[in-house]
């Protein structure tokens, strides 16, 4: 696998990725930007690749303890790799299957991130590329499930998936996250959701929230204040 330098946040984020194959998005920013977390707290990446996210989240609370698991590998070298990058020393990542709640202790998180595969196995095309594959196919019930298992009662699960599947996200967590907040995202203001981010506390029975929409461009096409904000500022998303 070839790979090449490249940036996030403005450069604030160092990352080597693939060339050609599996690379870190405008979803890893975006969900990183919806992370709440304290200085000194535990936080584990579940299909981490290349640590993106967690670098992400690093950036805007710094002395975090970062922990990251894919199966791929290749991914996790990269993530290693990045760590390094970034000067991290508090960055542990492990090549394994989500699926596997013996991976870690029950309630070893202050908080999970995700990025899970957007689709179920057999549900679209198979890409030719293996690395993209096995990111892009999988079972959200198993991963929120290890999410559920590993996380600390109170702590937090966000995860940025498609809009379409947001039924079947709030199904898989209902009575087991509450307190829920959701953050329609939009390529822009005329046309439907194309992302949601989804956070939830483990055990809480505060009501669901829906907060205002996050619109990426204007009607010219051009990147919105907002987006700015996040992707290139590193802003919160619930003050973006």
Not at 144 to 157: F, P, R, T, Y
Request: hydrophobic letters at 40%.
């Amino acid at each position: 696998m070839t790979s090449q330098h490249t940036t996030l946040l403005d450069g604030r984020v160092q990352l080597m990725q693939s060339r050609d194959g599996l690379r870190a998005s405008m979803d890893s920013v975006l969900l990183a930007s919806a992370v709440k977390a304290k200085s000194g707290e535990i936080i584990l990446d579940m299909g981490c690749g290349t640590g993106s996210v967690g670098l992400c989240v690093h950036a805007r609370i710094p002395n975090l303890i970062l922990n990251g698991i894919d199966i791929q590998e290749k991914m996790i070298a990269l993530a290693n790799q990045n760590a390094a990058l970034n000067k991290l020393s508090n960055a542990n990542y492990r090549c394994a299957d989500v699926a596997d709640k013996s991976n870690y202790r029950a309630e070893s998180f202050d908080g999970v991130v995700m990025n899970p595969p957007y689709y179920k196995d057999g549900e679209r095309q198979p890409s030719p590329d293996e690395t993209r594959e096995r990111a892009y196919s999988g079972d959200l019930n198993v991963w929120i499930a290890s999410a559920l298992h590993w996380v600390k009662q109170g702590g937090a699960l966000t995860l940025i998936h498609r809009a379409d599947a947001l039924g079947e996200v709030l199904s898989l967590m209902n009575k087991k996250f509450g307190a829920i907040e959701i953050w329609p995202i939009h390529s822009n203001g005329n046309e439907p959701a194309i992302r949601v981010i989804v956070k939830g506390i483990r055990n809480r029975k505060s009501p669901l929230t829906i907060h205002p929409a996050i619109v990426l461009f204007n009607s010219n096409g051009e990147q919105s204040e907002q987006s700015k904000s996040i992707l290139q500022g590193g802003g919160d998303v619930s003050q973006a």
